[in-house]
């Protein structure tokens, strides 16, 4: 027969006897009052050994003009220990796509999202769903859902920078961070989820933490300047910063590029300049741009004449043809620029197509230019 304890709360001895006496008691019942949710644990019970990665990222052969110095970055931020990469950069430098190949060069499998400006924590973290009995459960979020794997945040700058990385960031500072929901929402005296810096042996159930292999690569478009400084400088750090530039050598990148894509059977001569490395220069000169654009402008030639020559100074129909792929690819990311900017690519532009300044051709262009100009 169970003896019911009696304790005089008076004494001191007997309080801390009661106390320790309770203590056990809801050790014992915590199994019984968790209804288990419907969360894997984040961790196994005993802690796989994960070979390292490799760090010695390889130039990607089909990204053509990144800096030595880009490869080099990545590898020495890796090899240091850095766990999260930021690549950052003008518009269409091959962001995403090294994010990408980065992440499946380090591990099987990897996750990519993209950025959203109606992302909340709940999205981000997790918060209570509705189970369909009618009760409510926790769900994870994005971030929590990828712990296992490398996960890819595309496009960071279209998202709030702090809301969406400040729920982690006692985490990406090695801090053990609890969140404000109950692993059975029904009863108060449930645990509440934890997000732990590291996996650990024997996690919880109510514990979530990363593997070995989760790690942040985000992209960010610096032409949105004002999100590289929405991120406090504490968060800032914890990023390796990666600058993803535009090619060095544009002409380098046509012919490179075009060779890839088998545009010509012929080697174009060692000297031949290409009027498309002349305009994006002209670009870049107010608002740098990658390659992106310029691929397709060099792909809508390609189909408005299949023997485009892009090493040959604009004539005929090609100055036409130059002229729509521009206003086709590249018009509509000069938007805002300013009015003396505008007059000054259009000039530039008419002078690499040699149009004269009274010619229809160079007045229309100087028109649409103007029409997006601040
Ligand atoms: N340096 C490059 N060499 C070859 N292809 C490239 C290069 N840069 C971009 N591309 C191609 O252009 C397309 C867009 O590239 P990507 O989306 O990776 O650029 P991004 O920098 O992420 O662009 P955004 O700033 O718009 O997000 C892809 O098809 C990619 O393969
Ligand atoms: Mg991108």
């Given at each position: 027969?169970?003896?019911?304890?009696?304790?005089?709360?008076?004494?001191?001895?007997?309080?801390?006897?009661?106390?320790?006496?309770?203590?056990?008691?809801?050790?014992?019942?915590?199994?019984?009052?968790?209804?288990?949710?419907?969360?894997?644990?984040?961790?196994?019970?005993?802690?796989?050994?994960?070979?390292?990665?490799?760090?010695?990222?390889?130039?990607?052969?089909?990204?053509i003009g990144i800096r030595t110095e880009v490869y080099d970055q990545i590898r020495n931020a890796l090899?240091?220990?850095?766990?999260?990469?930021?690549?950052?950069?003008?518009?269409?430098?091959?962001?995403?796509?090294?994010?990408?190949?980065?992440?499946?060069?380090?591990?099987?499998?990897?996750?990519?999202?993209?950025?959203?400006?109606?992302?909340?924590?709940?999205?981000?973290?997790?918060?209570?769903?509705?189970?369909?009995?009618?009760?409510?459960?926790?769900?994870?979020?994005?971030?929590?859902?990828?712990?296992?794997?490398?996960?890819?945040?595309?496009?960071?700058?279209?998202?709030?920078?702090?809301?969406?990385?400040?729920?982690?960031?006692?985490?990406?500072?090695?801090q053990p961070t609890t969140l404000p929901y109950l692993r059975n929402p029904a009863d108060e005296n449930?645990?509440?989820?934890?997000?732990?810096?590291?996996?650990?042996?024997?996690?919880?159930?109510?514990?979530?933490?990363?593997?070995?292999?989760?790690?942040?690569?985000?992209?960010?478009?610096?032409?949105?300047?004002?999100?590289?400084?929405?991120?406090?400088?504490?968060?800032?750090?914890?990023?390796?910063?990666?600058?993803?530039?535009?090619?060095?050598?544009?002409?380098?990148?046509?012919?490179?590029?075009?060779?890839?894509?088998?545009?010509?059977?012929?080697?174009?001569?060692?000297?031949?300049?290409?009027?498309?490395?002349?305009?994006?220069?002209?670009?870049?000169?107010?608002?740098?741009?990658?390659?992106?654009?310029?691929?397709?402008?060099?792909?809508?030639?390609?189909?408005?004449?299949?023997?485009?020559?892009?090493?040959?100074?604009?004539?005929?129909?090609?100055?036409?043809?130059?002229?729509?792929?521009?206003?086709?690819?590249?018009?509509?990311?000069?938007?805002?620029?300013?009015?003396?900017?505008?007059?000054?690519?259009?000039?530039?532009?008419?002078?690499?197509?040699?149009?004269?300044?009274?010619?229809?051709?160079?007045?229309?262009?100087?028109?649409?230019?103007?029409?997006?100009?601040?």
């Amino acid at each position: 027969m169970t003896q019911i304890p009696v304790f005089d709360a008076t004494s001191p001895s007997d309080l801390n006897r009661a106390l320790a006496e309770i203590e056990k008691a809801l050790d014992n019942a915590s199994p019984v009052l968790d209804e288990p949710v419907e969360t894997e644990p984040s961790t196994s019970d005993t802690l796989d050994v994960e070979t390292p990665p490799d760090f010695n990222i390889p130039a990607f052969s089909q990204l053509i003009g990144i800096r030595t110095e880009v490869y080099d970055q990545i590898r020495n931020a890796l090899k240091s220990g850095k766990r999260h990469l930021m690549f950052y950069g003008p518009p269409g430098t091959g962001k995403t796509s090294l994010a990408e190949l980065v992440a499946g060069h380090l591990y099987n499998s990897h996750r990519m999202v993209t950025g959203s400006s109606d992302w909340s924590s709940q999205d981000i973290i997790g918060g209570y769903q509705p189970a369909g009995d009618g009760s409510i459960r926790f769900s994870k979020g994005i971030l929590l859902e990828h712990f296992d794997k490398p996960l890819i945040i595309d496009e960071l700058n279209r998202c709030d920078i702090d809301r969406v990385l400040g729920p982690l960031f006692t985490v990406l500072s090695g801090q053990p961070t609890t969140l404000p929901y109950l692993r059975n929402p029904a009863d108060e005296n449930s645990e509440r989820f934890v997000i732990l810096p590291a996996a650990k042996a024997n996690a919880k159930q109510h514990e979530f933490a990363p593997t070995q292999n989760w790690r942040l690569l985000a992209t960010l478009n610096s032409i949105d300047k004002a999100s590289l400084y929405q991120m406090s400088y504490a968060l800032t750090r914890r990023f390796a910063w990666i600058l993803v530039d535009a090619p060095e050598d544009l002409n380098q990148f046509v012919r490179d590029f075009g060779a890839l894509k088998g545009y010509w059977s012929e080697e174009p001569p060692e000297s031949a300049k290409s009027p498309i490395a002349d305009i994006w220069s002209i670009v870049n000169d107010i608002r740098p741009m990658g390659a992106a654009p310029f691929i397709d402008v060099m792909a809508y030639c390609k189909a408005a004449a299949p023997d485009f020559n892009f090493f040959v100074g604009a004539e005929g129909e090609s100055k036409s043809i130059y002229l729509s792929a521009f206003q086709v690819s590249i018009l509509p990311m000069l938007d805002g620029v300013a009015h003396e900017q505008a007059n000054r690519i259009a000039v530039n532009i008419s002078n690499v197509l040699g149009l004269t300044t009274d010619s229809k051709e160079a007045k229309e262009l100087t028109r649409k230019l103007l029409s997006l100009a601040l």
